[in-house]
């Protein structure tokens, strides 16, 4: 049960609403975002230039 609601949470909540919430922030801060996101949750590594 545990492996299914994680993989549900990651392949479908958060691509989806994360894609969701990327439409408004360009509508709110009115340009595109300077950086392309990310929604693997699976990579250890984080970039820099994500904080």
Known sequence: ???LLRNAYELVWVPFFGRLLM???RFIEGKVP???S???LRT???QSNHY
Do not use: G
């Open 44 to 46: 250890k590594e984080r």
């Open 1 to 3: 049960m545990e492996k």
């Open 23 to 25: 439409l408004f922030t």
């Open 34 to 36: 300077d950086n392309q």
């Open 38 to 40: 990310t929604y693997d």
